[in-house]
């Protein structure tokens, strides 16, 4: 009884290796999270503190602010309000099209199909800067320039959207879709109440990229808005804040607007990671 009791305790024990390897991986997350800790501390700061030779580790009177100051200097509100409605709208059409497009690539027999695929994989490649000029003129021709419209409707689909739910729709059974069109559903209703709900950690992964993505969107925003402030969102209205700055006088500013900027991404991942993880997990297996 004692030897077999002992086994699984043996099989837990800590061997060098694995001690190593703990190590190395809490090294990682401290150096990936450090500045995020450094911006937060930072926020919290009083100007002499950011301006200490050698830094100072941790504010000796925590204060927030700096976070009111930054309603001083830009529209925080609305720059706030403008990068949601970016991000959602676009995500939203995002998960929508990759969807039905992603369930006609894996399911459909069509000619071409594969064709086709591969010239969509193909614009994956492309870097973003080599589309602005001739998507600037189309969004020119359509009348949207200066508008919130004129930086969603471009980034209505995404290539690796649609990549991503025909990987895993592929994997939904033909034989349960054939059971619904038997059943009267129509094509629609198929995509929407049995193939997405078969794909949800597919679709949380994709809403989590896409929506930090468009929200940190800069380069395109700023093309189309040409300086209407008022439509501008948080990444572009915070580099009013570094114009602002001064020295080192207005760091801890800089990072307080910095860090209202993350915390919508970092919310939504905190709410989606347990699916984030199921879609990492399942593409590894699948694969």
Excluded: C
């Excluded at 100072?56 to 700096?66: C, E, H, K, R």
């Excluded at 409707?153 to 290539?159: D, F, G, K, T």
């Excluded at 059943?183 to 709900?197: C, H, K, N, T, Y």
Aim: hydrophobic content about 55%; glycine content about 6%; charged content about 10%.
């Amino acid at each position: 009884m004692s030897t077999a009791h002992a086994l699984p305790r043996m099989s837990r024990s800590w061997t060098p290796g694995k001690a190593a390897l703990t190590l190395l991986i809490v090294a990682i997350a401290v150096a990936a999270a450090f500045p995020l800790a450094w911006m937060l501390l930072t926020s919290l700061k009083t100007p002499q503190e950011t301006m200490q030779v050698p830094p100072v580790w941790l504010p000796a009177s925590p204060s927030l602010d700096a976070y009111g100051q930054v309603a001083g200097v830009i529209n925080l509100g609305r720059s706030i309000v403008n990068s949601a409605l970016i991000a959602t709208l676009t995500t939203a059409a995002i998960i929508v099209t990759s969807l039905m497009a992603g369930y006609g690539f894996a399911k459909y027999r069509f000619r071409h199909r594969d064709k086709l695929f591969a010239v969509l994989i193909a614009t994956m490649f492309l870097p973003p800067i080599v589309t602005l000029i001739p998507l600037y003129r189309i969004v020119g021709y359509l009348g949207l320039n200066a508008s919130l419209a004129g930086v969603v409707v471009p980034n209505l689909a995404n290539a690796f959207g649609i990549f991503l739910m025909r990987q895993f729709i592929r994997g939904v059974p033909d034989d349960l879709i054939e059971a619904a069109r038997i059943d009267g559903a129509s094509e629609l209703r198929i995509v929407f109440q049995i193939v997405a709900p078969s794909v949800l950690p597919a679709i949380a992964a994709l809403t989590l990229f896409a929506f930090v993505y468009h929200w940190n969107s800069y380069l395109w925003p700023l093309t189309v808005l040409q300086g209407n402030t008022d439509a501008y969102p948080i990444v572009i209205s915070l580099s009013r804040l570094l114009s602002y700055n001064r020295g080192a006088m207005n760091t801890g500013l800089v990072m307080a607007g910095s860090t209202l900027a993350v915390l919508p991404p970092v919310v939504l991942f905190i709410f989606l990671q347990r699916f984030f993880v199921d879609s990492v997990v399942a593409s590894g297996v699948k694969g």
